[in-house]
C-alpha cells in the first residue's frame, strides 16, 4: 500500500511515474488540495492498482496534468469512461485502458485528444465504438493504432475519421457483417479473427491491407 502522503511526494518530484501493481491509497480532496505540480507529469504508469471509476473521479485529477502524453491504466477496475476524464489532457499520445471491466464510453470521451496515436481498450466488455466517442465535428484524427480485441463489438464505424489508421486489432469480439465498414485509409494490419463474420464481399477492403487476419 502506497500512503497518501508518499504518493504526493512522487507526483510532486516526478515528470515520470510508474506506480504499477501497487494498492493506492487515494483520500478524497487530499490529493486535490495539496500543492502538487502536476503540469510536470509527462508519463504515468497506474498499471494494476486496483482503481476505480470513484478514484477517477474524485481522487485523481487528470485534468491538471496538462504535459501527459502517456496514461496506462490497465488491469484496473473502470467500468465506465466519462467524457470529462481526459478532457483536458489535450498532449495524450498514448492511451492504455486495457484490462479493465469497462462497459461504456460516454459520447464525446476522446473529443479533444487530437495528438492521441494508440489507444488501447482491449479486453473489456464494450459494445458500442463509433465516431461519437470522439465529437461529430471532428474531420479527422491522427490515431494510428487502435486495440479493440476481446470485447462485445458487433459493429464498428469509425473509419471516415482515422484516415492515417495504419493497425487495427478487432479480433475476439462479435462482428457479424462489415458492409457498413469502410476501409478506404492506410491501414496495412487488419484482424479480425475469432468474430461472427460468414460473408465478406471483397469491394470492402479494395487494395488498402498489407495483413489481413480472419481467422
Known sequence: VIPNDLLIYFLKKSIKLDLSSNFLELKINKL???????????????YECNLTNFDLENSLDFSKMK???????????????????F?????LTQLILDRNKILSI???????????????????QIEH??????????????????DLRNNLIKKIQIFDILIELLKI??????????????FDTLINNLNLKNNQLSEITSFIFQDFFRYIYLI
Request: a negative charge; glycine letters at 2%.
Open 32 to 46: 486535490n488540495k495539496s500543492e502538487i505540480k502536476l503540469s510536470r507529469i509527462s508519463l504515468l504508469i497506474l
Open 106 to 124: 460516454e459520447i464525446n470521451s476522446f473529443q479533444n485528444l487530437n495528438m492521441l496515436n494508440l489507444l488501447n481498450l482491449s479486453f473489456n
Open 87 to 91: 478532457a483536458k489532457n489535450s498532449e
Open 129 to 146: 465504438f463509433g465516431q461519437d466517442l470522439f465529437g461529430y465535428e471532428i474531420d479527422y484524427l491522427d490515431l494510428r493504432e487502435l
Open 169 to 182: 486489432d478487432l479480433s475476439f469480439n462479435l462482428i457479424n457483417d462489415l458492409s457498413c465498414m469502410k
Open 67 to 85: 504535459k501527459l502524453s502517456y496514461l496506462d491504466l490497465s488491469k484496473n477496475l473502470i467500468t465506465e469512461i466519462k467524457s470529462s476524464y
